[in-house]
């Protein structure tokens, strides 16, 4: 085998607690985690023995703007398991992004969790997805969830994991306004000693376990919105206005900025999405589903 094709899967938080900020610096979150259909499209391709007799490593993706060199998390996922596994193979890792980046959805985390299975399975290394997801972990702390993808409760920094039913059925839409917003900085800005607001992430495992869609939605919030929302605006604004068009939830993804919309009507959601299409709102604006992680390939 000298190809592989892998989707990597764009995440949403349907809902997101931080409980406590710990010493060494991580927070520690209470997550429901819900993969979506947008993907990218990672291929990778052995091209043979290196010169170096080293592990190379070639990334090519479809936007200027992202490292092609060691700093891509898609290099860093591959050189870990070639470095480990004495792989000195000359690769070519093609990323076709569609996931908005630094926007909230996991994108780099998703990249890496993709290369590390397709890597796994082109040179035939027979790691489990523990296995993958304990190396995984020391990149990012959203990669081991977004190795199994799906609907999950995630603790701890990331990496306690517990899978759930899948989300009700529903019509996702994901709008990303044209701001960047940075992690880091909004957990730095986040006091989490003295917030006081915890979503009911229980009331939503449970709703989700009964297959309701509407309590639900009622339990989704957002501790990081807190944050994000106070200093730009639009992320409110959206919000409102996916619910004005038949949104029966909207809240911000992650650190944001990316705003989703759960709706259970096809035809309005058609419609909200030819709106913010139409807007200066969105920089990229999505229709999907909650798309079941990786399982497809
Ligand atoms: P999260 O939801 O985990 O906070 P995010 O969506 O906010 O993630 P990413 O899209 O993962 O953020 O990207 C964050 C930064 O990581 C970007 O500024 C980008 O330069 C860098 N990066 C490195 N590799 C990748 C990659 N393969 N895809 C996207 N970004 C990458």
Redesign the pocket.
């Known amino acids: 085998m000298n190809f592989i094709r892998v989707r990597a899967h764009g995440?949403i938080n349907l809902a997101l607690d931080v409980l406590r900020k710990r010493e060494d610096g991580y927070h520690e979150v209470r997550m429901i985690m819900q993969s979506v259909g947008l993907y990218?499209n990672i291929e990778i391709v052995n091209l043979g023995q290196s010169a170096t007799g080293k592990p190379e490593i070639e990334i090519e993706t479809n936007l200027r703007?992202?490292?092609n060199n060691e700093?891509?998390?898609?290099y860093k996922a591959a050189l870990l398991l070639m470095e480990e596994f004495y792989i000195s193979a000359h690769i070519l890792i093609k990323?076709k992004?569609m996931?908005?980046?630094?926007?909230?959805?996991?994108?780099?985390?998703a990249?890496?969790a993709a290369v590390l299975k397709g890597v796994n399975k082109l040179f035939g290394l027979q790691l489990t997805n523990e296995e993958l997801k304990k190396r995984g972990v020391t990149l990012?702390a959203?990669i081991p969830y977004c190795i199994d993808g799906g609907t999950a409760l995630s603790e701890g920094i990331g990496e306690i994991l517990s899978p759930l039913p899948p989300m009700p059925q529903c019509i996702i839409l994901l709008v990303k306004p044209p701001i960047n917003?940075s992690?880091k900085l909004v957990y730095g800005k986040l006091d989490a000693a003295n917030n006081e607001y915890h979503p009911d992430i229980d009331g939503m495992i449970k709703a989700i376990e009964a297959g309701n869609l509407y309590d639900m939605t009622k339990k989704m919030g957002n501790v990081l919105a807190t944050v994000t929302e106070a200093e730009y605006p639009i992320i409110t604004q959206i919000k409102e206005l996916m619910l004005e068009k038949g949104a029966i939830g909207s809240m911000m993804?992650?650190?944001g900025p990316t705003v989703f919309g759960i709706f259970d009507n096809r035809e309005a959601a058609k419609e909200a999405y030819n709106f913010f299409k139409a807007s200066d709102l969105g920089r990229q604006v999505y229709l999907t589903d909650g798309g079941n992680g990786d399982e497809r390939y």
């Open positions: 995440k990218d703007y992202l490292p700093n891509n998390l898609a990323i992004k996931i908005p980046v630094a926007a909230g959805m996991a994108g780099g985390s990249d890496a990012g959203d917003v992690t993804s992650g650190s």
